[in-house]
Protein backbone atom coordinates (compact mmCIF):
# COMPACT_ATOMS: atom_id res chain seq x y z
CA UNK A 1 0.00 0.00 0.00
CA UNK A 2 1.57 3.17 -1.09
CA UNK A 3 1.96 5.77 1.53
CA UNK A 4 -0.72 8.44 2.80
CA UNK A 5 0.64 12.01 2.43
CA UNK A 6 -2.04 13.44 5.18
CA UNK A 7 -5.53 13.58 5.97
CA UNK A 8 -7.84 16.08 8.18
CA UNK A 9 -6.45 19.07 9.63
CA UNK A 10 -4.31 20.58 12.72
CA UNK A 11 -6.50 19.57 16.16
CA UNK A 12 -8.99 17.43 14.11
CA UNK A 13 -6.01 14.54 13.95
CA UNK A 14 -3.86 14.97 11.07
CA UNK A 15 -2.32 11.70 10.26
CA UNK A 16 0.96 12.06 7.94
CA UNK A 17 2.54 8.96 6.79
CA UNK A 18 6.10 8.60 5.71
CA UNK A 19 7.13 4.81 4.49
CA UNK A 20 8.68 4.37 8.16
CA UNK A 21 7.18 7.30 10.60
CA UNK A 22 3.63 8.58 10.39
CA UNK A 23 2.50 11.33 11.94
CA UNK A 24 -1.20 12.36 13.19
CA UNK A 25 -2.99 15.61 14.74
CA UNK A 26 -6.32 14.96 15.19
CA UNK A 27 -8.12 12.84 12.41
CA UNK A 28 -11.84 13.20 11.46
CA UNK A 29 -14.42 10.28 11.92
CA UNK A 30 -14.87 9.89 8.41
CA UNK A 31 -13.76 11.48 5.04
CA UNK A 32 -16.84 13.71 3.99
CA UNK A 33 -18.51 12.21 1.38
CA UNK A 34 -17.95 13.34 -2.23
CA UNK A 35 -21.61 14.66 -4.22
CA UNK A 36 -22.98 12.17 -5.88
CA UNK A 37 -23.69 12.84 -9.60
CA UNK A 38 -27.15 12.41 -10.97
CA UNK A 39 -27.84 10.93 -14.45
CA UNK A 40 -29.29 12.78 -16.82
CA UNK A 41 -32.22 10.74 -17.10
CA UNK A 42 -33.45 7.97 -15.11
CA UNK A 43 -32.58 4.70 -15.45
CA UNK A 44 -36.01 2.46 -16.03
CA UNK A 45 -36.31 -0.38 -13.96
CA UNK A 46 -33.72 0.46 -10.94
CA UNK A 47 -34.35 -1.72 -8.18
CA UNK A 48 -33.81 -0.73 -4.64
CA UNK A 49 -30.22 -0.45 -3.01
CA UNK A 50 -28.51 -3.67 -1.55
CA UNK A 51 -25.66 -4.22 0.80
CA UNK A 52 -24.89 -7.23 3.05
CA UNK A 53 -21.59 -7.60 5.30
CA UNK A 54 -19.62 -10.30 6.43
CA UNK A 55 -16.59 -11.25 8.70
CA UNK A 56 -14.20 -13.36 7.56
CA UNK A 57 -13.62 -15.24 10.89
CA UNK A 58 -17.57 -16.00 11.31
CA UNK A 59 -19.61 -17.72 9.33
CA UNK A 60 -19.99 -17.65 5.62
CA UNK A 61 -22.06 -14.17 4.90
CA UNK A 62 -25.09 -13.84 3.10
CA UNK A 63 -25.96 -9.83 1.29
CA UNK A 64 -28.80 -8.51 2.97
CA UNK A 65 -31.08 -6.09 1.11
CA UNK A 66 -31.14 -2.62 2.55
CA UNK A 67 -34.52 -2.49 0.39
CA UNK A 68 -36.04 -5.12 -1.98
CA UNK A 69 -36.10 -4.69 -5.58
CA UNK A 70 -37.49 -7.04 -8.34
CA UNK A 71 -34.47 -6.39 -10.54
CA UNK A 72 -30.91 -6.06 -10.74
CA UNK A 73 -29.25 -3.02 -12.39
CA UNK A 74 -27.46 -1.73 -8.84
CA UNK A 75 -24.39 -3.09 -7.50
CA UNK A 76 -24.55 -5.48 -4.36
CA UNK A 77 -21.95 -4.62 -1.68
CA UNK A 78 -20.21 -7.13 0.66
CA UNK A 79 -17.99 -6.05 3.46
CA UNK A 80 -16.09 -8.51 4.92
CA UNK A 81 -14.05 -7.44 8.17
CA UNK A 82 -13.90 -7.63 11.56
CA UNK A 83 -16.94 -6.84 13.44
CA UNK A 84 -16.18 -3.58 14.73
CA UNK A 85 -14.45 -2.40 11.60
CA UNK A 86 -16.99 -3.75 9.38
CA UNK A 87 -20.07 -1.64 11.10
CA UNK A 88 -17.40 1.31 10.55
CA UNK A 89 -17.43 0.63 6.89
CA UNK A 90 -20.97 0.09 6.06
CA UNK A 91 -21.57 3.25 7.80
CA UNK A 92 -19.17 5.14 6.60
CA UNK A 93 -17.83 4.40 3.23
CA UNK A 94 -19.01 6.62 0.48
CA UNK A 95 -20.32 3.08 -1.62
CA UNK A 96 -22.60 1.29 1.20
CA UNK A 97 -24.04 4.81 1.80
CA UNK A 98 -25.29 5.62 -1.92
CA UNK A 99 -26.54 2.46 -2.13
CA UNK A 100 -28.95 3.53 0.91
CA UNK A 101 -30.09 6.81 -0.98
CA UNK A 102 -33.76 6.73 -2.65
CA UNK A 103 -32.45 8.56 -5.33
CA UNK A 104 -29.63 5.27 -5.88
CA UNK A 105 -31.48 4.72 -9.01
CA UNK A 106 -30.52 7.97 -10.61
CA UNK A 107 -27.07 7.10 -10.49
CA UNK A 108 -25.10 6.68 -13.52
CA UNK A 109 -23.33 3.90 -14.29
CA UNK A 110 -20.19 6.60 -14.66
CA UNK A 111 -20.69 7.27 -10.37
CA UNK A 112 -20.75 3.76 -9.68
CA UNK A 113 -17.68 2.81 -10.96
CA UNK A 114 -15.97 5.91 -9.05
CA UNK A 115 -17.57 5.18 -5.96
CA UNK A 116 -16.13 1.39 -6.49
CA UNK A 117 -12.96 2.43 -7.20
CA UNK A 118 -12.12 4.60 -4.34
CA UNK A 119 -13.90 2.30 -1.56
CA UNK A 120 -10.82 0.47 -0.86
CA UNK A 121 -8.41 3.57 -0.05
CA UNK A 122 -11.70 5.13 1.81
CA UNK A 123 -11.47 2.10 4.10
CA UNK A 124 -7.93 2.32 4.75
CA UNK A 125 -8.51 5.69 5.70
CA UNK A 126 -11.54 4.52 7.84
CA UNK A 127 -9.76 1.89 9.62
CA UNK A 128 -6.77 4.39 10.77
CA UNK A 129 -9.23 6.39 12.52
CA UNK A 130 -9.77 2.92 14.34
CA UNK A 131 -6.60 2.51 15.22
CA UNK A 132 -5.67 0.22 12.00
CA UNK A 133 -2.53 1.87 10.50
CA UNK A 134 -1.49 -1.45 8.01
CA UNK A 135 -4.81 -2.43 6.82
CA UNK A 136 -4.88 -3.42 3.58
CA UNK A 137 -8.04 -3.04 1.86
CA UNK A 138 -9.09 -5.14 -1.96
CA UNK A 139 -12.37 -5.10 -4.25
CA UNK A 140 -13.80 -8.05 -6.35
CA UNK A 141 -16.54 -7.82 -8.44
CA UNK A 142 -18.17 -10.17 -10.03
CA UNK A 143 -20.31 -9.23 -13.27
CA UNK A 144 -24.10 -10.29 -13.10
CA UNK A 145 -25.39 -12.50 -15.87
CA UNK A 146 -29.29 -12.45 -16.79
CA UNK A 147 -30.25 -9.21 -15.51
CA UNK A 148 -28.55 -9.81 -11.98
CA UNK A 149 -26.57 -6.75 -10.63
CA UNK A 150 -22.92 -6.59 -9.83
CA UNK A 151 -21.52 -8.50 -6.99
CA UNK A 152 -18.58 -5.89 -5.29
CA UNK A 153 -17.03 -7.72 -2.19
CA UNK A 154 -14.96 -5.63 -0.11
CA UNK A 155 -12.43 -6.73 1.86
CA UNK A 156 -10.26 -5.77 4.74
CA UNK A 157 -7.50 -7.03 6.36
CA UNK A 158 -6.52 -4.64 9.05
CA UNK A 159 -3.13 -6.07 10.71
CA UNK A 160 -2.29 -5.15 14.24
CA UNK A 161 -3.63 -2.55 15.97
CA UNK A 162 -1.55 1.04 17.36
CA UNK A 163 -0.89 0.91 20.77
CA UNK A 164 0.17 4.04 23.17
CA UNK A 165 4.15 3.95 23.34
CA UNK A 166 5.30 7.39 25.09
CA UNK A 167 3.36 10.12 26.59
CA UNK A 168 4.26 13.62 27.55
CA UNK A 169 1.67 16.03 29.07
CA UNK A 170 2.21 19.18 30.06
CA UNK A 171 0.27 22.13 31.84
CA UNK A 172 0.42 26.09 31.19
CA UNK A 173 -1.30 28.97 32.14
CA UNK A 174 -2.49 29.87 35.67
CA UNK A 175 -2.09 26.54 37.17
CA UNK A 176 1.01 25.61 36.41
CA UNK A 177 2.02 29.14 38.13
CA UNK A 178 0.04 28.39 41.47
CA UNK A 179 1.53 24.62 41.14
CA UNK A 180 5.13 26.14 40.81
CA UNK A 181 4.69 28.20 43.66
CA UNK A 182 3.50 25.40 45.81
CA UNK A 183 -0.20 25.97 46.16
CA UNK A 184 -1.23 22.69 47.51
CA UNK A 185 -4.47 22.34 45.34
CA UNK A 186 -2.76 23.46 41.93
CA UNK A 187 -0.11 20.78 42.84
CA UNK A 188 -2.75 18.33 43.84
CA UNK A 189 -4.88 18.75 40.30
CA UNK A 190 -2.01 18.70 37.95
CA UNK A 191 -0.62 15.26 39.26
CA UNK A 192 -4.24 14.11 39.26
CA UNK A 193 -3.89 15.34 35.38
CA UNK A 194 -1.14 13.47 34.87
CA UNK A 195 -2.20 9.94 36.46
CA UNK A 196 -5.51 10.02 34.97
CA UNK A 197 -4.95 10.29 31.61
CA UNK A 198 -6.64 8.32 29.72
CA UNK A 199 -4.38 6.84 27.27
CA UNK A 200 -0.94 5.82 29.35
CA UNK A 201 1.65 3.62 27.88
CA UNK A 202 0.33 0.16 26.26
CA UNK A 203 -3.43 1.52 25.75
CA UNK A 204 -5.08 1.15 22.54
CA UNK A 205 -4.84 3.90 20.53
CA UNK A 206 -7.93 4.94 18.29
CA UNK A 207 -9.60 8.01 17.61
CA UNK A 208 -12.53 7.73 19.32
CA UNK A 209 -10.34 7.02 22.81
CA UNK A 210 -7.99 9.76 21.60
CA UNK A 211 -10.93 12.71 21.57
CA UNK A 212 -12.10 11.57 24.86
CA UNK A 213 -8.78 11.58 26.42
CA UNK A 214 -8.62 14.99 25.38
CA UNK A 215 -11.75 16.38 26.76
CA UNK A 216 -11.64 14.25 29.64
CA UNK A 217 -9.17 16.59 30.68
CA UNK A 218 -10.36 20.10 29.79
CA UNK A 219 -13.66 18.94 31.47
CA UNK A 220 -11.29 18.78 34.97
CA UNK A 221 -10.13 21.71 34.46
CA UNK A 222 -12.77 23.60 33.96
CA UNK A 223 -14.83 21.84 36.58
CA UNK A 224 -11.81 22.82 39.24
CA UNK A 225 -11.99 26.27 38.30
CA UNK A 226 -10.29 27.04 35.39
CA UNK A 227 -13.24 28.17 33.17
CA UNK A 228 -11.58 29.28 30.00
CA UNK A 229 -9.19 26.12 29.86
CA UNK A 230 -8.51 25.30 26.43
CA UNK A 231 -5.54 22.81 24.04
CA UNK A 232 -2.34 24.73 23.05
CA UNK A 233 -1.19 21.66 21.10
CA UNK A 234 -1.92 18.45 20.54
CA UNK A 235 0.06 16.07 18.73
CA UNK A 236 0.04 12.16 17.95
CA UNK A 237 2.75 10.35 15.77
CA UNK A 238 2.82 7.08 14.57
CA UNK A 239 4.96 4.75 13.62
CA UNK A 240 3.39 2.10 11.41
CA UNK A 241 6.60 -0.15 11.34
CA UNK A 242 5.93 -0.10 15.06
CA UNK A 243 2.95 -0.34 15.36
CA UNK A 244 2.83 2.59 18.26
CA UNK A 245 2.10 6.19 18.51
CA UNK A 246 3.88 9.41 20.19
CA UNK A 247 1.62 11.28 22.32
CA UNK A 248 2.20 15.03 22.86
CA UNK A 249 -0.33 17.23 24.50
CA UNK A 250 0.00 20.92 25.91
CA UNK A 251 -2.93 22.32 28.08
CA UNK A 252 -3.50 25.98 28.65
CA UNK A 253 -5.78 26.01 31.70
CA UNK A 254 -6.12 29.53 31.56
CA UNK A 255 -6.92 31.98 34.80
CA UNK A 256 -8.73 30.31 37.45
CA UNK A 257 -11.83 32.22 38.05
CA UNK A 258 -12.75 33.42 42.17
CA UNK A 259 -15.62 34.57 42.76
CA UNK A 260 -16.70 38.02 42.97
CA UNK A 261 -20.20 39.82 43.47
CA UNK A 262 -23.43 37.77 43.37
CA UNK A 263 -25.83 38.90 40.76
CA UNK A 264 -29.29 37.95 41.89
CA UNK A 265 -32.07 38.20 39.17
CA UNK A 266 -35.77 37.06 39.08
CA UNK A 267 -36.85 38.31 42.57
CA UNK A 268 -40.19 39.77 43.43
CA UNK A 269 -40.70 39.01 47.36
CA UNK A 270 -37.91 37.87 48.92
CA UNK A 271 -34.45 40.02 49.87
CA UNK A 272 -31.05 39.58 47.54
CA UNK A 273 -29.06 39.40 50.51
CA UNK A 274 -30.23 36.80 52.05
CA UNK A 275 -29.76 34.87 48.97
CA UNK A 276 -26.28 36.21 48.82
CA UNK A 277 -25.53 35.02 52.01
CA UNK A 278 -26.64 31.36 50.76
CA UNK A 279 -23.56 31.33 48.26
CA UNK A 280 -20.38 30.28 50.81
CA UNK A 281 -18.50 32.00 48.16
CA UNK A 282 -16.06 34.64 50.49
CA UNK A 283 -14.93 37.06 48.26
CA UNK A 284 -11.63 35.58 46.27
CA UNK A 285 -12.54 31.94 46.60
CA UNK A 286 -12.29 29.84 43.66
CA UNK A 287 -15.46 29.11 41.58
CA UNK A 288 -15.10 25.42 40.73
CA UNK A 289 -18.16 23.42 39.52
CA UNK A 290 -18.78 21.84 42.55
CA UNK A 291 -19.18 24.78 44.80
CA UNK A 292 -21.77 26.35 42.01
CA UNK A 293 -23.84 23.38 42.11
CA UNK A 294 -23.73 23.34 46.28
CA UNK A 295 -25.11 27.26 46.04
CA UNK A 296 -27.68 25.72 43.81
CA UNK A 297 -28.67 23.25 45.72
CA UNK A 298 -28.94 25.49 48.96
CA UNK A 299 -31.25 27.49 47.47
CA UNK A 300 -33.57 24.71 45.72
CA UNK A 301 -33.20 23.23 49.65
CA UNK A 302 -34.98 26.77 50.73
CA UNK A 303 -38.73 25.84 48.98
CA UNK A 304 -38.66 29.40 47.53
CA UNK A 305 -38.47 28.57 44.31
CA UNK A 306 -39.65 26.79 41.52
CA UNK A 307 -35.94 26.90 39.33
CA UNK A 308 -32.98 28.00 40.28
CA UNK A 309 -29.65 28.43 37.91
CA UNK A 310 -26.31 29.34 39.00
CA UNK A 311 -23.50 30.44 36.42
CA UNK A 312 -20.58 32.82 36.26
CA UNK A 313 -19.42 35.56 33.64
CA UNK A 314 -17.18 33.49 31.47
CA UNK A 315 -15.19 36.81 30.42
CA UNK A 316 -11.48 35.60 31.02
CA UNK A 317 -10.63 39.49 31.60
CA UNK A 318 -12.78 39.21 34.80
CA UNK A 319 -11.82 36.00 36.08
CA UNK A 320 -10.09 37.18 39.03
CA UNK A 321 -13.43 38.84 39.84
CA UNK A 322 -16.08 36.52 38.17
CA UNK A 323 -19.64 37.64 38.83
CA UNK A 324 -21.73 35.04 39.70
CA UNK A 325 -24.84 34.97 37.83
CA UNK A 326 -27.91 33.79 39.60
CA UNK A 327 -31.19 33.56 38.20
CA UNK A 328 -34.54 32.40 40.23
CA UNK A 329 -37.98 32.01 39.42
CA UNK A 330 -40.30 32.23 43.27
CA UNK A 331 -42.99 30.03 43.77
CA UNK A 332 -46.17 30.93 44.66
CA UNK A 333 -46.70 32.87 47.74
CA UNK A 334 -49.24 29.96 48.85
CA UNK A 335 -49.64 26.19 47.49
CA UNK A 336 -52.07 24.41 48.30
CA UNK A 337 -52.09 20.28 47.61
CA UNK A 338 -54.66 17.87 47.41
CA UNK A 339 -54.43 14.15 47.02
CA UNK A 340 -56.53 10.89 47.01
CA UNK A 341 -55.27 7.80 48.05
CA UNK A 342 -56.17 3.97 49.23
CA UNK A 343 -53.65 1.73 51.76
CA UNK A 344 -54.86 -1.72 53.13
CA UNK A 345 -53.11 -0.04 56.25
CA UNK A 346 -55.12 2.96 56.67
CA UNK A 347 -58.25 2.24 54.23
CA UNK A 348 -58.85 5.15 51.73
CA UNK A 349 -57.85 8.58 52.69
CA UNK A 350 -57.56 12.18 51.40
CA UNK A 351 -55.20 14.78 52.45
CA UNK A 352 -54.64 18.69 52.33
CA UNK A 353 -51.36 20.60 52.17
CA UNK A 354 -51.14 24.31 52.49
CA UNK A 355 -47.78 26.32 52.43
CA UNK A 356 -47.74 29.85 53.32
CA UNK A 357 -43.75 31.01 52.03
CA UNK A 358 -44.07 34.85 53.37
CA UNK A 359 -46.21 34.50 56.22
CA UNK A 360 -47.44 38.16 57.79
CA UNK A 361 -44.51 39.56 55.37
CA UNK A 362 -41.76 37.90 57.52
CA UNK A 363 -38.91 34.91 56.66
CA UNK A 364 -41.29 32.26 57.64
CA UNK A 365 -42.68 29.24 56.21
CA UNK A 366 -45.87 27.94 57.36
CA UNK A 367 -46.99 24.46 56.54
CA UNK A 368 -50.27 22.59 57.19
CA UNK A 369 -51.30 19.18 56.47
CA UNK A 370 -54.57 17.45 56.86
CA UNK A 371 -55.12 13.71 56.55
CA UNK A 372 -58.88 12.09 56.36
CA UNK A 373 -58.98 8.45 56.42
CA UNK A 374 -60.80 5.36 57.47
CA UNK A 375 -58.37 4.59 60.26
CA UNK A 376 -56.15 7.52 60.74
CA UNK A 377 -57.07 11.18 60.86
CA UNK A 378 -54.34 13.59 61.70
CA UNK A 379 -53.19 16.79 61.32
CA UNK A 380 -49.36 18.38 61.13
CA UNK A 381 -48.30 21.77 61.19
CA UNK A 382 -44.70 23.71 61.49
CA UNK A 383 -43.23 27.06 61.28
CA UNK A 384 -39.87 27.57 60.53
CA UNK A 385 -37.64 29.75 59.64
CA UNK A 386 -35.86 30.51 55.92
CA UNK A 387 -32.56 28.79 55.16
CA UNK A 388 -29.30 30.39 56.43
CA UNK A 389 -25.91 30.60 55.66
CA UNK A 390 -25.58 27.38 57.96
CA UNK A 391 -27.93 25.65 56.24
CA UNK A 392 -29.95 26.35 59.15
CA UNK A 393 -33.75 26.63 60.00
CA UNK A 394 -35.75 26.90 63.34
CA UNK A 395 -38.81 25.58 63.90
CA UNK A 396 -41.86 24.77 65.79
CA UNK A 397 -43.88 21.98 65.10
CA UNK A 398 -47.36 20.52 66.48
CA UNK A 399 -48.87 16.99 65.43
CA UNK A 400 -52.66 15.53 66.30
CA UNK A 401 -53.20 12.14 65.50
CA UNK A 402 -55.78 9.50 65.88
CA UNK A 403 -55.38 5.81 64.78
CA UNK A 404 -57.85 3.04 64.88
CA UNK A 405 -57.50 -0.64 64.43
CA UNK A 406 -60.06 -3.91 65.25
CA UNK A 407 -58.33 -3.73 68.48
CA UNK A 408 -57.85 -0.26 69.74
CA UNK A 409 -57.45 3.21 69.08
CA UNK A 410 -54.73 5.69 70.32
CA UNK A 411 -54.82 9.63 70.26
CA UNK A 412 -51.82 10.80 69.93
CA UNK A 413 -50.21 14.86 70.44
CA UNK A 414 -46.71 15.97 69.99
CA UNK A 415 -45.66 19.45 69.85
CA UNK A 416 -42.11 20.10 68.92
CA UNK A 417 -39.62 22.56 69.04
CA UNK A 418 -36.04 22.58 67.41
CA UNK A 419 -33.13 23.33 64.81
CA UNK A 420 -33.05 21.33 61.07
CA UNK A 421 -29.28 21.15 59.55
CA UNK A 422 -29.81 19.92 55.81
CA UNK A 423 -26.11 19.34 54.85
CA UNK A 424 -25.29 17.93 51.63
CA UNK A 425 -24.53 14.41 52.90
CA UNK A 426 -26.49 14.26 56.07
CA UNK A 427 -29.60 16.21 57.62
CA UNK A 428 -29.97 16.34 60.96
CA UNK A 429 -32.70 17.68 63.52
CA UNK A 430 -32.62 18.57 67.58
CA UNK A 431 -35.38 18.82 69.15
CA UNK A 432 -37.29 19.29 72.67
CA UNK A 433 -40.65 17.29 72.42
CA UNK A 434 -43.53 16.81 74.59
CA UNK A 435 -45.63 13.38 73.87
CA UNK A 436 -48.83 12.77 74.94
CA UNK A 437 -51.68 10.07 74.22
CA UNK A 438 -53.88 8.28 75.05
CA UNK A 439 -54.99 4.41 74.53
CA UNK A 440 -58.56 2.88 74.61
CA UNK A 441 -59.30 -0.83 73.83
CA UNK A 442 -61.90 -1.77 71.73
CA UNK A 443 -64.75 -3.63 73.27
CA UNK A 444 -67.65 -3.79 70.18
CA UNK A 445 -68.46 -0.42 69.60
CA UNK A 446 -66.88 1.12 72.88
CA UNK A 447 -63.62 2.10 74.02
CA UNK A 448 -62.68 1.16 77.19
CA UNK A 449 -59.60 1.05 79.76
CA UNK A 450 -58.24 3.92 78.61
CA UNK A 451 -54.67 4.67 79.88
CA UNK A 452 -52.78 8.44 79.64
CA UNK A 453 -49.44 8.72 78.93
CA UNK A 454 -47.23 11.62 78.74
CA UNK A 455 -43.37 12.27 78.10
CA UNK A 456 -40.99 15.00 77.87
CA UNK A 457 -37.54 14.25 75.58
CA UNK A 458 -34.63 15.97 74.08
CA UNK A 459 -33.76 14.35 70.75
CA UNK A 460 -31.87 14.14 67.76
CA UNK A 461 -32.31 12.46 63.76
CA UNK A 462 -29.75 11.71 61.44
CA UNK A 463 -30.40 10.84 57.89
CA UNK A 464 -28.04 10.09 55.23
CA UNK A 465 -29.29 9.54 51.66
CA UNK A 466 -27.38 8.51 48.38
CA UNK A 467 -29.38 7.47 45.57
CA UNK A 468 -30.11 7.79 41.79
CA UNK A 469 -32.95 8.86 42.54
CA UNK A 470 -35.14 10.11 45.59
CA UNK A 471 -38.37 9.77 44.09
CA UNK A 472 -37.70 6.18 42.34
CA UNK A 473 -34.63 4.57 43.41
CA UNK A 474 -32.96 1.78 42.28
CA UNK A 475 -29.21 1.89 43.80
CA UNK A 476 -27.73 3.75 46.42
CA UNK A 477 -28.81 3.70 50.21
CA UNK A 478 -31.18 5.28 53.15
CA UNK A 479 -30.17 5.46 56.43
CA UNK A 480 -31.81 7.24 59.53
CA UNK A 481 -31.46 7.30 62.71
CA UNK A 482 -33.02 8.48 65.85
CA UNK A 483 -31.99 8.92 69.69
CA UNK A 484 -33.42 10.53 72.70
CA UNK A 485 -33.80 10.14 76.64
CA UNK A 486 -36.55 11.95 78.75
CA UNK A 487 -38.91 11.90 81.36
CA UNK A 488 -42.31 10.11 81.20
CA UNK A 489 -45.53 9.13 83.13
CA UNK A 490 -48.48 7.96 82.95
CA UNK A 491 -52.28 7.68 85.12
CA UNK A 492 -51.69 3.81 85.55
CA UNK A 493 -47.94 4.07 85.90
CA UNK A 494 -45.07 5.60 87.17
CA UNK A 495 -42.80 8.25 86.25
CA UNK A 496 -39.50 7.65 85.28
CA UNK A 497 -36.79 8.49 82.89
CA UNK A 498 -36.02 6.43 79.85
CA UNK A 499 -34.02 6.28 76.68
CA UNK A 500 -35.00 5.48 73.34
CA UNK A 501 -33.23 4.60 69.89
CA UNK A 502 -34.45 3.64 66.24
CA UNK A 503 -32.64 2.66 62.90
CA UNK A 504 -33.91 2.01 59.70
CA UNK A 505 -32.13 0.64 56.80
CA UNK A 506 -32.83 0.56 53.12
CA UNK A 507 -30.39 -0.18 50.34
CA UNK A 508 -31.00 -0.84 46.23
CA UNK A 509 -29.07 -2.81 44.44
CA UNK A 510 -29.60 -3.76 40.27
CA UNK A 511 -28.45 -7.45 40.12
CA UNK A 512 -28.30 -9.01 36.63
CA UNK A 513 -31.53 -7.09 35.23
CA UNK A 514 -33.52 -7.57 38.90
CA UNK A 515 -33.70 -5.25 41.11
CA UNK A 516 -33.14 -5.77 44.71
CA UNK A 517 -34.35 -3.92 47.38
CA UNK A 518 -33.20 -5.02 51.44
CA UNK A 519 -34.75 -3.00 54.58
CA UNK A 520 -33.56 -3.74 58.35
CA UNK A 521 -35.17 -1.91 60.91
CA UNK A 522 -34.93 -1.78 65.01
CA UNK A 523 -36.15 0.04 67.55
CA UNK A 524 -35.31 -0.21 71.36
CA UNK A 525 -37.35 1.94 74.63
CA UNK A 526 -35.40 1.61 77.79
CA UNK A 527 -37.17 2.34 80.80
CA UNK A 528 -36.90 1.33 84.61
CA UNK A 529 -40.10 -1.12 85.76
CA UNK A 530 -43.07 0.41 86.06
CA UNK A 531 -42.53 3.32 83.35
CA UNK A 532 -44.06 3.55 80.32
CA UNK A 533 -43.79 6.02 77.60
CA UNK A 534 -46.45 7.14 75.05
CA UNK A 535 -47.46 5.21 72.39
CA UNK A 536 -45.79 7.40 69.45
CA UNK A 537 -42.33 6.73 71.29
CA UNK A 538 -43.18 2.56 71.12
CA UNK A 539 -43.16 0.84 68.05
CA UNK A 540 -45.42 -1.87 66.45
CA UNK A 541 -45.27 -3.96 63.19
CA UNK A 542 -47.34 -5.68 60.55
CA UNK A 543 -49.22 -3.42 57.44
CA UNK A 544 -47.85 -2.04 53.83
CA UNK A 545 -44.58 -0.92 54.49
CA UNK A 546 -43.81 -3.58 57.56
CA UNK A 547 -44.28 -6.95 57.31
CA UNK A 548 -46.71 -7.75 54.85
CA UNK A 549 -49.34 -10.56 55.33
CA UNK A 550 -50.38 -9.14 58.49
CA UNK A 551 -53.03 -6.02 59.33
CA UNK A 552 -51.82 -3.05 60.26
CA UNK A 553 -49.89 -2.47 63.48
CA UNK A 554 -51.26 -5.84 64.78
CA UNK A 555 -47.41 -7.83 65.36
CA UNK A 556 -46.74 -5.90 68.73
CA UNK A 557 -47.52 -6.86 72.65
CA UNK A 558 -51.26 -7.61 73.77
CA UNK A 559 -52.48 -6.33 76.67
CA UNK A 560 -54.45 -8.36 79.00
CA UNK A 561 -58.03 -7.68 78.14
CA UNK A 562 -57.49 -8.98 74.35
CA UNK A 563 -56.02 -5.59 72.76
CA UNK A 564 -52.85 -4.35 71.10
CA UNK A 565 -50.30 -2.10 72.31
CA UNK A 566 -47.09 -1.05 71.47
CA UNK A 567 -44.09 -3.02 72.31
CA UNK A 568 -40.10 -1.21 73.54
CA UNK A 569 -38.25 -3.09 71.20
CA UNK A 570 -38.49 -3.67 67.41
CA UNK A 571 -36.95 -5.86 64.49
CA UNK A 572 -38.15 -5.82 61.09
CA UNK A 573 -36.69 -7.16 57.31
CA UNK A 574 -37.34 -7.52 53.79
CA UNK A 575 -35.90 -8.38 50.80
CA UNK A 576 -37.63 -8.13 47.24
CA UNK A 577 -36.66 -8.62 43.74
CA UNK A 578 -38.09 -7.18 41.07
CA UNK A 579 -38.16 -7.00 36.86
CA UNK A 580 -40.56 -4.98 34.59
CA UNK A 581 -42.66 -7.23 33.22
CA UNK A 582 -42.14 -6.79 29.42
CA UNK A 583 -39.78 -4.20 27.22
CA UNK A 584 -42.97 -2.87 25.90
CA UNK A 585 -43.80 -2.01 29.66
CA UNK A 586 -40.47 -0.97 31.15
CA UNK A 587 -42.93 1.50 34.13
CA UNK A 588 -44.41 -2.22 35.31
CA UNK A 589 -42.58 -4.37 37.40
CA UNK A 590 -43.16 -7.88 38.70
CA UNK A 591 -42.11 -8.41 42.59
CA UNK A 592 -41.34 -11.35 44.47
CA UNK A 593 -40.75 -10.87 48.43
CA UNK A 594 -40.23 -11.72 51.87
CA UNK A 595 -40.86 -10.30 54.80
CA UNK A 596 -40.18 -10.80 58.99
CA UNK A 597 -40.29 -8.98 61.98
CA UNK A 598 -42.03 -8.23 65.11
CA UNK A 599 -42.76 -5.86 68.22
CA UNK A 600 -42.64 -6.88 71.35
CA UNK A 601 -41.34 -6.32 75.32
CA UNK A 602 -39.02 -8.94 75.75
CA UNK A 603 -36.37 -10.09 73.95
CA UNK A 604 -37.81 -13.71 74.60
CA UNK A 605 -40.66 -12.51 72.52
CA UNK A 606 -39.32 -11.23 69.52
CA UNK A 607 -39.88 -13.54 67.21
CA UNK A 608 -40.10 -12.79 63.98
CA UNK A 609 -43.56 -13.29 61.76
CA UNK A 610 -43.01 -14.35 58.18
CA UNK A 611 -44.94 -12.74 55.24
CA UNK A 612 -44.17 -13.70 51.80
CA UNK A 613 -46.01 -13.22 48.53
CA UNK A 614 -45.63 -11.39 44.71
CA UNK A 615 -46.69 -8.16 43.83
CA UNK A 616 -46.51 -5.51 40.86
CA UNK A 617 -45.51 -2.19 40.93
CA UNK A 618 -46.16 0.68 38.67
CA UNK A 619 -43.17 3.56 38.73
CA UNK A 620 -45.96 5.90 37.91
CA UNK A 621 -44.22 10.04 37.27
CA UNK A 622 -45.35 10.93 40.64
CA UNK A 623 -44.23 7.73 42.45
CA UNK A 624 -44.33 4.06 42.87
CA UNK A 625 -47.71 2.66 42.86
CA UNK A 626 -47.93 -1.13 44.12
CA UNK A 627 -50.48 -4.24 44.97
CA UNK A 628 -48.93 -6.80 46.69
CA UNK A 629 -50.67 -10.43 47.49
CA UNK A 630 -48.72 -11.93 51.12
CA UNK A 631 -49.33 -14.83 52.70
CA UNK A 632 -48.54 -14.31 56.51
CA UNK A 633 -47.13 -17.77 57.64
CA UNK A 634 -48.47 -16.88 61.33
CA UNK A 635 -51.99 -16.01 60.21
CA UNK A 636 -52.23 -18.82 57.64
CA UNK A 637 -53.75 -16.72 55.44
CA UNK A 638 -53.31 -14.54 52.65
CA UNK A 639 -53.96 -10.55 52.23
CA UNK A 640 -54.02 -8.26 49.78
CA UNK A 641 -51.59 -5.07 50.54
CA UNK A 642 -52.62 -2.00 48.14
CA UNK A 643 -50.67 1.28 48.39
CA UNK A 644 -51.97 4.09 45.91
CA UNK A 645 -52.31 7.97 46.21
CA UNK A 646 -52.69 10.28 43.63
CA UNK A 647 -51.55 14.67 44.16
CA UNK A 648 -52.78 17.14 42.54
Not at 43 to 50: L, S, Y
Not at 200 to 209: L, Q, V
Not at 216 to 226: D, E, K, M, N, P
Not at 463 to 470: A, I, L
Amino acid sequence: MPPLSHFGLALLLTWVLAPAVARAEDATVAPPAPALAAASAPVPGVPGPEVAASAPEEAASAPTEAAPAPAAALPRLTVQAPGELRSLLEGNLDLARALKLPEAGSLSDAEWSRLIAAAPAQAEDLARTAGYFNAQARIAQLEGGGGQPLQVTLTLEPGPSVRVGRVTLQIQGELYDLAEEGQAEAKALRQRLEQQWALPPGARFNEDAWGNAKTAVIAALRSAGYGAASWAGTAAEVDPQTNQVRIFVVADSGPLYRAGEVQVSGLQRHDPERIRRLSGLPPGAPLTEAKLQDYQERLRKTGLFDQVTVSMDPDPDKAAHATVLVQVKESQLQTATTALGISTSTGPRASLEHVHRQLFGYPLTATNKFVWGKSEQSWNGELSTYLNEHLQRDLVGGQVDRQFTDDDMVISQRLRVGRSTEHPVVERLDYLELDTSKECTRDGGLYINCDTLKAISADTDRTWRKVDSVLLPTTGYTLSAQFGSGLADGSATRRGVFGRAYGRLTMYWPVGGWYTQGRLELGKVITPDGVQVPDSLRFRAGGDNSVRGYAYRTLAPSTPDGGITGGRMLFTSSVEVAHPISDSLPSVWGALFIDAGRAADKISELKPALGYGLGLRWRSPVGPLAVDWAWGQEDHRGRIHLNVGIAF
